[in-house]
């Protein structure tokens, strides 16, 4: 999951960022509004971490942006803020979740969790795949019952898979779910990757389509395990 985190406190954002990238997360950090904006432009996040006392304006104001944008994000707000009426107002705004300052990052991983799960009627804790369990909930994969150990990279690139199985992703999609403004990659490296995780996970289980992506199999005896 790529995720836009605006926020000008630094040490809070480089203990926020720090948090998610240990739990494989792809984190770019912004500390304004028009820093924000073109992030928005340039990359496709799943999700946007929003404080809203920046610098140059209120962070609701970046909301229009964020709700224009043809594959919304998931949107929390991050914020001393405590009254009702500042809640709401994220919230009418269009904010899916509101977590006020200061936060345990367990928390906000928590709300993000339960956010993506309320958003994709499909999602399942655990994906089946004939012997393949892919657990999300515990970021836990085992094959004929035995834990399969993944890098952060393949545990990041497989997480966006899993949690839209139905979903054709594109080589765009999955590599912004690998890399951040600040990381370099080469033009093979998602393939790279791709190849990994088929040697662990089955290569049958991982299918691509010419031109347009990749894709998790379900075979017709393979279904979804809650």
């Given at each position: 999951?790529?995720?836009?985190l ?6 809070l ?16 950090a ?14 496709q ?28 994000p998931?949107v ?14 994220g ?10 300052k ?17 958003r ?6 655990v ?24 890098t ?6 497989l ?17 912004d ?13 998602l ?23 990749y ?12």
């Amino acid at each position: 999951m790529r995720v836009l985190l605006v926020e000008d406190d630094e040490a809070l954002s480089e203990a926020v960022c720090g948090y998610l990238r240990a739990k494989a997360f792809v984190v770019d950090a912004v500390p304004s509004l028009a820093q924000a904006g073109a992030a928005l432009r340039a990359a496709q996040y799943a999700a946007v971490l929003l404080d809203l006392h920046l610098a140059d304006g209120d962070g609701l104001s970046l909301l229009p942006q964020i709700r224009a944008l043809k594959d919304r994000p998931i949107v929390i707000v991050l914020t001393a803020r405590d009254q009702v009426s500042d809640r709401i107002a994220g919230l009418d705004a269009g904010a899916d979740d509101y977590l006020v300052k200061p936060y345990d990052p367990g928390e906000l991983l928590a709300r993000l969790r339960a956010v993506e799960r309320r958003r994709n009627a499909a999602y399942v804790p655990v994906l089946a795949l004939g012997d393949l369990q892919i657990d999300l909930s515990r970021e836990q994969v085992r094959r004929a019952g035995v834990p399969i150990a993944l890098t952060q990279k393949e545990w990041a690139l497989l997480r966006v898979m899993a949690t839209r199985p139905e979903r054709i992703h594109t080589r765009e999609s999955l590599q912004d779910a690998l890399y951040g403004f600040d990381d370099e990659a080469d033009s093979n490296t998602l393939e790279v990757f791709i190849s990994r995780l088929r040697r662990k996970l089955g290569r049958e289980h991982i299918e691509t389509l010419r031109g347009l992506g990749y894709r998790l199999v379900h075979r017709p005896d393979e279904g979804l395990t809650a």
